[in-house]
DNA sequence: GTATGATGTGTGAGCGATCACACAAAGCTC
DNA sequence: GAGCTTTGTGTGATCGCTCACACATCATAC
């Protein structure tokens, strides 16, 4: 009732004549309220423009219907991509978002970044920390009971995670490249303490194996641009001997393009080349990039739900929920020339 | 001291044998505790891994030292930059931020974020809607007397703002090509809704007129490298007559760059064209393109500076905060040819 | 030697909600 | 119509903290 201040419950307790518990079962859509005074209580909420105290709530509810999530470098595409399909989910579940990024994922900044969110008694935390380094079990000590899932772990683990299948993407990229023809490749990997970078690797060296290919080169970037340019020059002065070139993300690939072209390397002539992402950009490359699709928004619906899921049935199974990435052919490759 | 349970205040006081006003006084980093006594207490809290409850703190304290965000297209680079900065600097201020992203900026939506995060009792509220349509004054409406800053806002607009002089980017880009001996122009626009898209699409045909040049054909994208690869298609196919290119953004000059290739078109030698924001993909376009640099991290850290200085100096006049974006010239802005 | 201020420390109330109850009134059954 | 369940409503305690005090203690002043 005090002039200035945001109504309080009691506020529209008293101006609906009914007591601030009912009030409350109002706002928490509880069975037992009549028609009637239910009405009464939500013209006094409209008029009285009545917002519950979230503080309030999950000091005396003891749950905060808030959850956390942990990002790594949101400035990329694929993070960027996750966090705003995250949100959305959360939101649509009736559940606020706080969350923290790190600048590098070193237990250091990472324990602080969790502190951070731990003082908000959140519900659940969501870590979409795409690097090796802080493991499920280093997260389960910080943060006792609470629910917590992981996007973009080691694939396979143990713990509650959503993932995409990265090395299914890479064997798609091999195998296209193989049927065109290409026995000599050259790699730019991502760096290496990045799950997935080394997953990719790992996919692509033992994929060339089994198919008795070589590769002839491999370098690793930082996923940028730049770092793809000169890697690509690096290999080329050095005489590397190949014909596809597999750059671990779309960045890195144009990149790679730029050199090729500098160098009067014809694409896909003389060389092929294939990116990782799709970017919504890598259509207009010069030429059009072949690549890997992920479906990060997929991804972070994944996460999110599997979170979800978990607050509310505590006893739902640790698992990994995978999403397939899927292979976009464009201008970039094409079958091997005749002889190099 | 309940065993699962987290600790308390009165848990830390307890075993540090203070009452728990000396302990508050401890975490609050306020004078007149005896270094004695603050050792025994940040050593029981240590102990005891004891984290002050968020929530409890901004009911009792009334100031959640938190802030709200609201962000609308944090795929794009420039906002999701920001958000980074934002982020970094609200957590070295010691403030927590929570967000809720919007995914068009009708009143609506915009409302309906505004009010989930007045449910926290946040301290201040940034707002980083590029959108015209909900102005300061909405804004105020729906958040009493609580700080708003609104990060790229109405130039010259009289309510708290963190802007970047689009004109004089935009000028500088139109002098740029006027110097090269440019005088037939085309633009690909921002969405009208926009408010840099409009500022820099009204500069630009000012200041072209102010020169005498012609602006041939303007045609309205949506940031995206499809839309200015289409675009530039119909202006081709139209028989506009330019030799110089001007995009809204370096998605859409990407675009352009490829429409124009695929028409045999040399850029720079027949056609020039500027780009803006440079992404650090511009670098290695096919040319690289000449774009005007905005500093998004700057962007957001005076929007986030601006706001703190308010809430903790809740007199700080009212204004605009501007940055000044540079030109970056790259391979495909070119003298104009003899003839065309 | 009493007044005055700075420095420490403790007590009670209350922030705005939820939870666990208690209890009244109605609707069944038999 | 006694006894039960279902429905609707209200009361007290409590969540974990900060605020506004009150109250010591010690130094310095006059």
Chains 1, 2 share one sequence.
Not at 299 to 313: A, S
Request: charged share 20%; aromatic share 6%; hydrophobic share 45%.
């Amino acid at each position: 009732m005090s002039p200035r201040q945001r109504p309080t419950l009691h506020d529209v307790a008293e101006r609906a004549g009914v007591s601030y518990q009912t009030v409350s079962r109002v706002i928490n859509q509880q069975r037992y309220v009549a028609d009637d005074t239910r009405a009464r209580v939500l013209t006094a909420i409209a008029e009285l423009g009545f917002r519950p105290n979230r503080a309030a709530q999950s000091l005396a509810g003891n749950r905060s219907r808030t959850l956390g999530m942990i990002t790594f470098g949101i400035n990329q595409y694929g993070p960027a991509q996750m966090m705003i399909h995250i949100e959305q989910a959360a939101r649509a579940a009736k559940y606020d978002l706080i969350f923290a990024n790190v600048n590098d994922t070193s237990m250091l900044s990472m324990r602080a970044a969790i502190e951070t969110l731990l003082h908000w008694q959140i519900d659940g935390l969501l870590c979409v920390t795409p690097v090796a380094g802080v493991t499920y079990d280093d997260l389960r000590l910080l943060c006792g009971a609470m629910p917590i899932v992981q996007i973009g772990s080691q694939p396979g683990a143990e713990s509650p995670s959503a993932v995409i299948d990265q090395a299914h993407g890479v064997r798609l990229a091999a195998e296209h490249l193989l049927t065109l023809g290409h026995r000599q490749f050259a790699e730019i990997r991502g760096p290496a303490d990045w799950i997935d970078a080394h997953v990719r690797h790992e996919t692509l060296v033992a994929a060339l194996a089994a198919a008795g290919a070589t590769l002839a080169a491999s370098h690793e970037g930082d996923w940028t641009a730049d770092s793809g340019y000169r890697l690509t020059q690096q290999m080329l002065h050095a005489g590397a001997a190949f014909t596809a070139l597999v750059a671990a993300n779309d960045q890195m690939a144009l990149g790679a393009l730029m050199a090729l072209r500098e160098r009067g390397v014809g694409v896909p002539e003389q060389i092929s080349v294939v990116g990782y992402d799709d970017i919504p950009e890598a259509v207009y490359f010069a030429p059009p990039l072949t690549t890997v699709r992920q479906n990060f928004a997929q991804l972070g619906r994944d996460g999110i739900e599997y979170l979800l899921e978990w607050i509310h049935t505590p006893d739902t199974p640790i698992m990994q929920r995978t999403t397939q990435p899927a292979l976009v052919v464009r201008g970039s490759t094409g079958v091997v020339s005749a002889e190099r």
